[in-house]
C-alpha cells in the first residue's frame, strides 16, 4: 500500500501533522512518501525541516493507492482533481477552521493506522465538467468537485446574465452573479448564498443566485443529465469573472457561456470514521435546527 501524504505548509506548520502519520502509516506496513499539493510562493519562508525528503506529486500520483491531504477544504479542492483523474482515493486531514469535507481531525491520527491494511470504504461523489465558450470556440475546460462561480468580482454593479437547461431559458439574472454546483459544494458557497442543502452522494446539478436583484429570483435543483449553460448577453460591455472550485479566475465577456454538465469522473473519498452527513452538519455547521 503506497500512501502520498500531501501537507499545505502554510496550514500544517513544519509537517508536523505530516511526519505523524507517516510514522504511524510505516509501523503499520504502509510505504510512504511526503509531497506540497503546490509550489510554494517565491519570498514565502516556510518553516520545513532540512532533512526532510519530499517528492512531486504528479511524479507519485499515477503508481500511488492513496492520497491523504493535510489542510483546509481548499487543500482537499486542490488535489481532488489530479487524484480523480489518475483514479486515486483522496482523504482529507483537518488542520483548518470549519473542514467540511476531512475525514479526520488533527488530533485523530491514530485512526490512520488501517489505512495501512486497506481497511476502509470509498464514497464517490458526482463531479462537472465545466467547459468555456467564446463564440463556438472552447477556450478552457475543468472538472469541478464543488461548483463552478460565476461573479462580477469586486465591482459595485449589477451581474447579468442567462441561465439554460438543455438550451432551453430557465432565469434570467441580474444580481452578483450564479454558483452552479454538485451536492457536495451545497454546502458551501450555495449554502451562504440560499441554495438548499443535498445530501453529498445525491445526483443533480444545483443553480443558485447569489444576490438576485428579484423577489422571484430562487435556486434550483436540476437533473443530473441537463446541460446547465450560463451566458453572458450579446453586446453586454461588462465582463465576468468565473473560477472553478475556488481556482484562478477566468475572465469572460458579452457572448461567452460555460457550459455545465455531470461528469464521468467520480472523486473518491475514502471514509473511515464513518460520521453521518447530518452528524458533520450539527458538528461543523451549527446544525439544522435551534
Known sequence: MKIILSSNPYRDRGLRAAQEAQRILEKAGAETVLCLPFTPKKGDRLDLPRQLQLSVLERELPGADLLICF???????????????????????????????????????????????????????????????????????????????????????????????????????????????????????????????????????IMTPVCAHRLAARAMVLSQDRVVTVRLPKGNRKHLYLSVDGGKAIRMTGGDRVEVSRSAYTTKLVQLARRSFYQLINQKLGGLTP
Open 71 to 205: 489542510g483546509g477544504d481548499g487543500t482537499i479542492l486542490h488535489a481532488a482533481r489530479d487524484a480523480t483523474l489518475h483514479n486515486v482515493p483522496l482523504m482529507g486531514v483537518n488542520m483548518g477552521s470549519v473542514g467540511f469535507m476531512a475525514e479526520l481531525e488533527r488530533g485523530e491520527l491514530a485512526q490512520l493506522a488501517p489505512l495501512a491494511r486497506g481497511e476502509f470504504s470509498v464514497e464517490e461523489r458526482m463531479m462537472l465538467d465545466v467547459r468555456v465558450y467564446h463564440g463556438d470556440k472552447l477556450v478552457t475546460q475543468d472538472l469541478a468537485l464543488n461548483d463552478a462561480v460565476l461573479s462580477k468580482g469586486s465591482v459595485a454593479r449589477v451581474a447579468e446574465l442567462e441561465v439554460l437547461a438543455d438550451q432551453t431559458l430557465v432565469t434570467a439574472i441580474s444580481g452578483d452573479g450564479v454558483i452552479v454546483s454538485t451536492p457536495t459544494g451545497s454546502t458551501a458557497y450555495s449554502m451562504s448564498a440560499g441554495g438548499p442543502i443535498v445530501e453529498p452522494t445525491s445526483q443533480c446539478i
